[in-house]
């Protein structure tokens, strides 16, 4: 059987750490990411013509690319576009959403932190999960402003501020009736990239869920009842960018860093 050709998507570089996992999982894989820098950050966009905006883009590299799964790397787009784009396009899709039901099985304090861009903190799907899956809890959500773009200048070799970091990640460290956080969920695919960074800076230890393992190893789950396609040219290790924006060295130089050394802008401007 062929390779199976795997198309992941996020609005920035966050969706490299589930590519990451990915690949760890299914090594031999034909990996394409995609990425709409031309309309990042996501958090800043109005909720229907960001689903609008999604949709769009993300049928253009299908067509582009003739991947036999899509993978949405990105919280915001999953927990917004997904029912829509598997309405649209018959491809398998697979999402990624906060890991709150993990969490609340791990913590033993009972209190649990969600560290989420604006978008999904307000999202009433995070609220059902919290409602759902944590109703025992007691969940700190908050959406962090510049948490995505301070990940994406460190990948690209910037220094990331601890004062900057330590403001943005503080609200989910809580204390209450002698218990506080012990677990924090990383809401958001670009917050791994600064998990060692946290960690330096949080007000004490706590165990921090990044979903990327197991969206992987959904994908391999879904992969064994595909078809494979014919694909396209594209080989493994391809980035694809909505705007020649990314393309500067520093972007590039972190793709290549995380195994997509070749580039390709497709014009899809905002």
Same mark, same amino acid.
């Given at each position: 059987? &062929? ?33 709409? &820098?031309? !309309? ?12 609008? /905006? ?12 003739? @991947?036999?799964?899509?993978?949405? !790397?990105? &919280? ?9 784009? /598997?309405?649209?396009?018959?491809? @398998? ?10 969490? %609340? ?22 609220? %059902? ?16 402003? /510049? ?32 218990? /506080? ?10 917050? @791994? ?8 800076? %949080? ?12 969206? %992987? ?18 080989? &493994? ?23 997509? @050394? ?9």
């Amino acid at each position: 059987m &062929n390779a199976p050709r795997i198309l992941l998507f996020d609005s920035g570089m966050g969706g490299l750490t589930v590519a990451r996992a990915v690949r760890a999982e299914l090594p031999d894989a034909i990996l394409l990411y995609s990425a709409d &820098n031309a !309309a990042f950050p996501y958090g800043a966009w109005d909720e229907p013509a960001l689903v609008d /905006r999604i949709v769009k883009v993300v049928g253009a590299l299908i067509e582009r690319t003739g @991947p036999d799964i899509v993978v949405i !790397a990105c &919280n915001t787009a999953s927990t917004l576009a997904l029912a829509a784009l /598997r309405e649209r396009y018959t491809i @398998p899709f697979v999402g990624t959403v906060p890991a709150i039901k993990p969490a %609340a099985a791990q913590t033993k304090s009972g209190i649990i932190g969600v560290l989420a861009t604006p978008g999904t903190a307000k999202r009433e799907y995070t609220h %059902a999960l919290i409602h759902t899956y944590a109703y025992h809890c007691k969940v700190f959500l908050h959406g962090a402003k /510049r948490l995505a773009e301070i990940a994406e200048a460190k990948l690209k070799g910037h220094k990331v501020s601890d004062a900057e970091l330590r403001d943005e990640v503080a609200p989910v460290f809580r204390s209450r009736d002698g218990k /506080r956080t012990d677990v924090v969920v990383l809401a958001c695919t670009h917050y @791994p990239l600064l998990t060692a960074d946290i960690e330096k800076v %949080a007000p004490w230890p706590v165990a921090y869920l990044d979903p990327a393992p197991a969206i %992987a190893r959904r994908v391999t789950d879904v992969l064994q009842t595909t078809e494979r396609g014919a694909g396209s040219s594209h080989v &493994n290790g391809t980035v694809l960018l909505t705007s020649a924006r990314g393309s500067a060295s520093e972007s590039l130089g972190a793709y290549a860093a995380m195994g997509f @050394p070749i580039h390709e802008v497709i014009d899809l401007p905002v």
